[in-house]
């Protein structure tokens, strides 16, 4: 079964943190690359973070460098994304995607680069 599980959203405050998870079945998550996207209500789904199967390469969206880390531990085949200075903006449904082959891709912030997605943790920033 291929599967990827997102968690750890919630409600928190303008300038708090959340630290969310995505954990996958071995066939989703190995020598893959991992994303993770984002979608507001009435807005395209938009890339957030990638990390490569290895670490070694690592891509945000502009919106949250400095501010989101991505990082993976793949003998737990887990994908996590720790978010500081949260920002209303930063509201949105957060997927967890994994990519389609063993190479990191050029396109890493194309939607259509990633074969399987988790259903999505709600991540509410107030002000």
Known sequence: ???????????????????????????????????????????EREFVAAISWSGGRIDYADSVRGRFTISRDNAKNTVYLQMSNLKPED????????????????SYWQRGEYGYWGP????????
């Open 120 to 127: 999505g943790t709600q991540v509410t920033v107030s002000s």
């Open 91 to 106: 509201t949105a449904v957060y997927f967890c995607a994994a990519g389609r082959g063993t190479y990191y891709s050029g």
């Open 1 to 43: 079964q291929v599967q990827l599980v997102e968690s750890g959203g919630g409600l928190v405050q303008a300038g708090g943190s959340l630290r969310l998870s995505c954990a996958a079945s071995r066939r989703a998550f190995s020598s893959r690359t991992m994303a993770w996207f984002r979608q507001a209500p009435g807005k």
